[in-house]
Nanobody, 122 residues
């Protein structure tokens, strides 16, 4: 069992920055993938980015390339999402998730956090 807790969301003006954290506890695996997803009201859950824990390889959605960066702190069992140049359309609840592969399909992830709200004003 893996437990995930997201933090760092809040209100920010367009063009600003936020850093989200995803802290893991319970059983950990050296070869799993950690992904970030987001969901706005009335919309489907959307893939943002994922990272392979052991190798560090990453995969970004086109909508966030050049603006968002995912990175990990092995000692803290934590994955971060640095979000720069934020836009109003980035407004959503952001979730982290753990799965076996770096893929954009949310059905391939086994464990999910409760989410953290990000709101970007125009």
């Amino acid at each position: 069992q893996v437990q995930l807790v997201e933090s760092g969301g809040g209100l920010v003006q367009a063009g600003g920055s936020l850093r989200l954290s995803c802290a893991a506890s319970g059983r950990t695996f050296s070869s799993y993938a950690v992904g970030w997803f987001r969901q706005a009201p009335g919309k489907e859950r959307e893939f943002v980015v994922a990272i392979n824990w052991s190798g560090g390889s990453t995969f970004y959605a086109d909508s966030v390339k050049g603006r968002f960066t995912i990175y990990r702190d092995n000692a803290k069992n934590t994955v971060y999402l640095q979000m720069n140049s934020l836009r109003p359309e980035d407004t959503a609840v952001y979730y982290c998730a753990v799965g076996g592969n770096v893929v954009p399909d949310p059905d391939e992830y086994d464990y999910w956090g409760q989410g953290t709200q990000v709101t970007v004003s125009s």
